[in-house]
């Protein structure tokens, strides 16, 4: 999921370092590249009061041009997918979903459908697609029949079901690919809220895997977006890549400037792979391994719980058991006194005290994994 994004073009390989005019210039701030001060500036001006006005303000602002990856967007309403007690519906900015992930900027969502479907970057169609001079570009072309596509990274299901909407115009199916299931399950519920006829359909279906392995038995795909950077783009994703493919995706470290490359297959020499960075990007990075979920959390609380409460029970007993034999031998009670005096009832006693504190804790904890159920 991304944070920031900024734009600029240049023909390179994803190890490549960028070799655009801007990217090569350092800011006075802190070294930060102008890329990236274009980057921050991205999601200026784009807030709406409803999709469709967030959508006018991305177009407005260079964006959107595709008439297919506006109507996908208009028609896919963020309400659907984002939490409003986060903040206001339509602002331009990513916002959480849980398991360590977040739903992109929508001008992030608009670059990436647009760098898939006929746009060169933000709001600009693929150099290859250009009229004669001075006749601007070409209308972005139409999907391909019968396509499939793919995207890594599924998290909210937005932009999962922004290109089943463009896709199943030419009767194409999209696959949604998360490595948490509750992700997935996020995806599913969002989109039945307005798209339930495509998962009926199955124009638009979700599966739980590892983005690093694709999905090849539903393969090829003439479109495959990834949610998340890696450092390098995986050979299977490549190899599943359809002859004419497109593939968008962040390629860099966490933490740094990385940069957003859209790669594309050849029709006609399957081997010859075409790179172009489209921008620099900040985005998370991709798991290769699930977060543990709020259900795996819960049961392992709760054997936690179980373990302790067994290891409560046998002190108890012992405690009982050294105080049944001070009063034997005493004729009395022990007092507190008597039993931080004995070594062996103040390591009891103390330990009694601690699973009690632990087990309080534990228990506010499963309770607060069991609401994010």
Not at 100 to 115: F, Q
Not at 160 to 179: K, Q, S, W
Not at 186 to 198: D, F, I, Q
Not at 302 to 324: G, P
Request: glycine letters at 10%; aromatic letters at 4%; hydrophobic letters at 35%.
């Amino acid at each position: 999921s991304s944070s920031s994004s900024s734009s600029s073009s240049s023909s390179t390989s994803p190890s490549s370092s960028s070799s655009g005019p801007l990217a090569s210039q350092e800011s006075l701030q802190g070294g930060i590249s102008n890329d990236m001060l274009i980057s921050l500036s991205m999601n200026y001006n784009n807030d709406g009061r409803s999709q469709g006005e967030l959508v006018k303000n991305l177009a407005r602002n260079g964006l959107l041009a595709t008439p297919l990856v506006i109507d996908a967007m208009e028609n896919t309403d963020r309400r659907d997918f984002v939490d409003p007690k986060q903040g206001p519906l339509y602002e331009d900015k990513p916002r959480n979903i849980g398991c360590e992930a977040t739903i992109t900027s929508p001008h992030m969502h608009a670059v990436a459908l647009e760098a898939l479907f006929g746009g060169g970057g933000p709001g600009g169609h693929r150099s290859q697609g250009r009229g004669a001079e001075g006749e601007g570009p070409e209308e972005a072309p139409a999907p391909v029949e019968n396509a499939r596509g793919l995207d890594i990274g599924c998290g909210s299901g937005y932009l999962t079901v922004c290109m089943a909407r463009i896709l199943e115009r030419a009767n194409g199916t999209v696959f949604g690919i998360d490595h948490a299931r509750e992700l997935v399950k996020l995806s599913e519920r969002n989109a039945a809220k307005s798209h339930k006829r495509m998962l009926e359909e199955s124009t638009l279906v979700f599966f739980e895997g590892d983005g690093f392995l694709g999905l090849g038995e539903k393969g090829p795909f003439d479109y495959i977006h990834m949610g998340a950077a890696v450092d390098e783009i995986p050979k299977d994703l490549i190899d599943q890549l359809a002859p004419g493919g497109v593939l968008v995706a962040p390629v860099g470290v966490q933490g740094q400037e990385q940069s957003l490359f859209r790669v594309t297959k050849s029709r006609e020499e399957p081997n010859e792979i075409r790179s172009e960075k489209l921008m620099t990007v900040m985005f998370s990075r991709m798991r290769d391994a699930p977060p543990e979920s709020s259900k795996d959390q819960g049961e392992a609380l709760t054997e936690e719980m179980r373990i302790m409460h067994e290891e409560l029970k046998d002190v108890s007993e012992a405690l009982q058991s050294w105080q049944t034999g001070f009063k034997q031998r005493n004729g009395n009670k022990p007092s507190a006194a008597d039993m931080m005096a004995d070594e062996n009832a103040k390591t009891m006693l103390t330990r009694f005290q601690e699973l009690k504190v632990a087990l309080k804790r534990k228990e506010i904890e499963f309770k607060k994994t069991m609401a994010m159920l």
